[in-house]
């Protein structure tokens, strides 16, 4: 079982930076597919961005195409988020998500495995 722990979030202003890591535990990182969320209060959760096991495809929501790169390492058994060009939208607890690897596509939903959040604050 792979146990996910985020990190990296915190306050910023519109335009700035951050980027986030997330690092799991468990022998068998590398057959995973891993993802970013968000959830804004009063929001559903929404799909960011995904990364196929091997790293070798990304999908990006169109909200955060051009401005968000995810990124893994699977020696460090991380996955990454940076965001650039922030804005005060892009406040929300941010989570990253696995899921068993099945198929050599980035997978939007059917993740069954979260962390627990990291809230991001954009400042105007």
């Known amino acids: 079982q792979v146990q996910l722990v985020e990190s990296g979030g915190g306050l910023v202003q519109a335009g700035g930076s951050l980027r986030l890591s997330c690092t799991a535990s468990?022998?068998?990182?590398?057959?995973?597919?891993m993802g970013w969320f968000r959830q804004a209060p009063g929001k559903e959760r929404e799909f960011l961005a995904g990364?196929?096991?091997?790293?070798?495809?990304?999908d990006y929501a169109d909200s955060v195409k051009g401005r968000f790169a995810i990124s893994r390492d699977n020696a460090k058994k991380t996955v990454y988020l940076q965001m650039n060009s922030l804005k005060p939208e892009d406040t929300a607890v941010y989570y990253c998500a696995a899921a068993v690897a099945r198929a050599p596509v980035v997978r939007r939903g059917g993740y069954d495995l979260w962390g627990q959040g990291t809230q991001v604050t954009v400042s105007s």
């Open positions: 990364i196929t096991s091997g790293g070798g495809r990304t």
């Open positions: 468990g022998r068998i990182y590398s057959y995973y597919d």
